[in-house]
T-cell receptor
Framework: AQSVAQPEDQVNVAEGNPLTVKCTYSVSGNPYLFWYVQYPNRGLQFLLKYITGDNLVKGSYGFEAEFNKSQTSFHLKKPSALVSDSALYFCAVRDSGANNLFFGTGTRLTVIP | DADVTQTPRNRITKTGKRIMLECSQTKGHDRMYWYRQDPGLGLRLIYYSFDVKDINKGEISDGYSVSRQAQAKFSLSLESAIPNQTALYFC???????????????FGDGTRLSIL
């Protein structure tokens, strides 16, 4: 079985401060991990993925995420938040032995000017 | 993603009606997916198709059916709509090539469906 948890429904951060959006996962095989962002009235947009290799993954718009196998986490980070980063963020996981992605329930990020 | 087009974008209908949501893509991807999004529940997979002759049920397929008319087209039908099928529906595509065949999914802008 596979599952993913985003423990925070809402994250608020001041513009210019670092941001973190948390994600933990559970799979029986090796995890393939993804982050997506959703802006109002739009579909999800891919930010970054971890398949194998370096635990620190860099993605679009200055975002990065760190794969931590021992903590089964894949937190999304950005060194300096922008107001335009305000959106709904989804973590997703796919077990290496499965065909499908499982999505978390989403975290709404608000960057305060 | 303009390469994945969903029609209609909005639809209001009545309980018991048959509804079809359509998805077409110009990305040349072989894999296509239908999800529904509900507040606080994230996205849940309804059906997926890895090629024209391959259709698979997802997490919540009851009350839905799909048709893969061509590699570029994947439609979702609600045979007899009920109010708890009110949701935001997304089509997505992905490519089966690349590292371990794991590629990101590309989403349309969604269909907002309301069933009265």
């Amino acid at each position: 079985a596979q599952s993913v948890a985003q423990p925070e429904d809402q994250v608020n951060v001041a513009e210019g401060n670092p941001l973190t959006v948390k994600c933990t996962y559970s799979v029986s095989g090796n995890p393939y991990l993804f982050w997506y962002v959703q802006y109002p009235n739009r579909g999800l947009q891919f930010l970054l993925k971890y398949i194998t290799g370096d635990n620190l993954v860099k993605g679009s718009y200055g975002f990065e995420a760190e794969f931590n196998k021992s903590q089964t986490s894949f937190h999304l980070k950005k060194p300096s938040a922008l107001v335009s980063d305000s959106a709904l963020y989804f973590c997703a996981v796919r077990d290496s032995g499965a065909n499908n992605l499982f999505f978390g329930t989403g975290t709404r990020l608000t960057v305060i000017p | 993603d303009a390469d994945v087009t969903q029609t209609p974008r909005n639809r209001i209908t009545k309980t018991g009606k048959r509804i079809m949501l359509e998805c077409s893509q110009t990305k040349g991807h072989d894999r296509m997916y239908w999800y529904r999004q509900d507040p606080g529940l994230g996205l849940r997979l309804i059906y997926y198709s890895f090629d024209v002759k391959d259709i698979n049920k997802g997490e919540i397929s009851d009350g839905y059916s799909v048709s893969r008319q061509a590699q570029a087209k994947f439609s979702l039908s609600l045979e007899s709509a009920i109010p708890n099928q009110t949701a935001l529906y997304f089509c997505a595509t992905s490519d089966s090539t690349g590292l371990r065949g794991v590629q990101p999914q590309h989403f349309g802008d969604g269909t907002r469906l309301s069933i009265l």
